[in-house]
Antibody, heavy 121, light 109 residues
Framework: QVQLQESGPGLVKPSQTLSLTCSVS??????????WNWIRQPAGGDLEWIGR???????NYNPSLNSRVTISTDTSKNEFSLKLNSVTAADTAIYYC?????????????WGRGTLVTVSS | SYELTQPLSVSVAQGQTARITCGGS??????VHWYQQKAGQAPVLVMY??????SGIPERFSGSNSGNTATLTISRAQGGDDGDEADYYC?????????FGGGTKLTVL
């Protein structure tokens, strides 16, 4: 059974860097059959796609966040990570990691449970 | 940037048919995927490639995509804890950018 699990600090100070990790079990992020994604959702708000990374390590980012986002993989640990710098209160949200499958359609077949990150001093 | 427009809310009587729309410029040229999100839970894929149901999703769920509008149709809508009341989001890819609609809250009366 494939599972995704987000982890990281639940509280980040303004102007600092938000760092999260998604641990993948039951599948290999190096398989080349999936894109690995980060998606966020403010409390009571809508889903926002942040970015994705493929097995070859090439990422794509949401243009609205592009200058602040880095997504990377650690194949030895079978996990991928999100870094979002210069955070503000507007970055407070539930952050999900998700697997997207089946080129060229890339629909999100599997989601983590999400982790709440609050930006506050 | 590409935008998807959904109604904020849709209400349906139990047992009737609910239709949730997703509008976008010439959306028929894109593959539309739909996600159901119940309160306090992560989203779940309920429709992909416009009209294909993942395993485990009831046949009551169907989808279509034509012109500038994609539609998720839920027949014989169900209430209750395991029912269809939830937020529904459409999603497409605009090149290498993922785009979600604003979500529609479905209420089963």
């Amino acid at each position: 059974q494939v599972q995704l699990q987000e982890s990281g600090p639940g509280l980040v100070k303004p102007s600092q860097t938000l760092s999260l990790t998604c641990s993948v079990s039951g599948d290999s992020i190096s398989s080349g059959t999936s894109y690995w994604n980060w998606i966020r959702q403010p409390a009571g708000g809508d889903l926002e796609w942040i970015g994705r990374i493929y097995h070859n390590g090439r990422p794509n980012y949401n243009p609205s966040l592009n200058s602040r986002v880095t997504i990377s993989t650690d194949t030895s640990k079978n996990e991928f990570s999100l870094k979002l710098n210069s955070v503000t209160a507007a970055d407070t949200a539930i952050y999900y990691c998700a697997r997207a499958d089946t080129s060229p359609f890339w629909y999100f077949t599997l989601w983590g449970r999400g982790t709440l990150v609050t930006v506050s001093s | 940037s590409y935008e998807l427009t959904q109604p904020l809310s849709v209400s349906v009587a139990q047992g009737q048919t609910a239709r949730i729309t997703c509008g976008g410029s010439y959306i028929q040229s894109k593959y539309v995927h739909w996600y159901q999100q119940k309160a306090g839970q992560a989203p779940v894929l309920v429709m992909y490639r416009d009209s294909k149901r993942p395993s485990g999703i009831p046949e009551r769920f169907s989808g279509s995509n034509s012109g500038n509008t994609a539609t998720l149709t839920i027949s014989r809508a169900q209430g209750g804890d395991d029912g269809d009341e939830a937020d529904y989001y459409c999603q497409v890819w605009d090149g290498n950018t993922g785009v979600f609609g604003g979500g529609t809250k479905l209420t089963v009366l």
